[in-house]
């Protein structure tokens, strides 16, 4: 895995200036500039966000968490769903549609959630958070039971 990565490494600092400039980029150079880059973008995340936020490209409330992402279970599970937000509601359906509608209400198939939901067959579960005026984006996972 490791010979890949460095050739991959050779091959860039190529494709990026070594017809440029003199000495031509090294490994080190690449993996400088790759640690700037991850450091940039790691200390700057929320900022972004913020910034995003400010012209209404980035929703301002987080989507709930749920205590399983989905997957196979055997015979019953149940599923927590918890907020990542100061407060609001969280609404979810079992039925695979969006707790939202498009006229912004809640959908007729949403609940609130008050407790952990006992599953035992195959179910989609979608779920967001509300603060009365403005949604999460929707946490998705299916359950199967084996």
Same mark, same amino acid.
């Given at each position: 895995?490791?010979?890949?990565?460095?050739?991959?490494?050779?091959?860039?600092?190529?494709?990026?200036?070594?017809?440029? *400039?003199?000495?031509?980029?090294? @490994?080190?150079?690449?993996?400088?500039?790759?640690?700037?880059?991850?450091?940039?973008?790691?200390?700057?995340?929320? @900022?972004?966000?913020? @910034?995003?936020?400010?012209?209404?490209?980035?929703? $301002?409330?987080?989507?709930?968490?749920?205590? *399983?992402?989905?997957? *196979?279970?055997?015979?019953?599970? =149940? $599923?927590?769903?918890? *907020?990542?937000?100061?407060?609001?509601?969280?609404?979810?359906? $079992? /039925?695979?549609?969006?707790?939202?509608?498009?006229?912004?209400?809640?959908?007729? =198939?949403?609940?609130?959630?008050?407790?952990?939901?006992?599953?035992?067959?195959?179910?989609?579960?979608?779920? @967001?958070? =509300? /603060?009365?005026?403005?949604?999460?984006?929707?946490? /998705?996972? =299916?359950?199967?039971?084996?």
């Amino acid at each position: 895995m490791r010979w890949s990565f460095n050739r991959a490494i050779v091959a860039e600092t190529a494709r990026w200036g070594d017809s440029s *400039h003199s000495p031509a980029s090294t @490994r080190s150079n690449w993996l400088n500039e790759m640690n700037f880059v991850a450091g940039y973008w790691a200390s700057n995340q929320v @900022r972004a966000i913020q @910034r995003f936020r400010n012209v209404s490209l980035w929703p $301002l409330l987080g989507p709930p968490a749920f205590n *399983h992402i989905g997957g *196979h279970f055997t015979n019953t599970m =149940t $599923l927590s769903i918890s *907020h990542t937000n100061a407060g609001g509601t969280i609404w979810f359906t $079992l /039925d695979g549609k969006d707790p939202r509608i498009a006229n912004g209400s809640s959908s007729p =198939t949403a609940h609130k959630y008050s407790a952990p939901i006992a599953l035992k067959s195959p179910t989609r579960v979608r779920a @967001r958070v =509300t /603060d009365g005026t403005h949604w999460s984006p929707p946490m /998705d996972s =299916t359950f199967i039971p084996l």
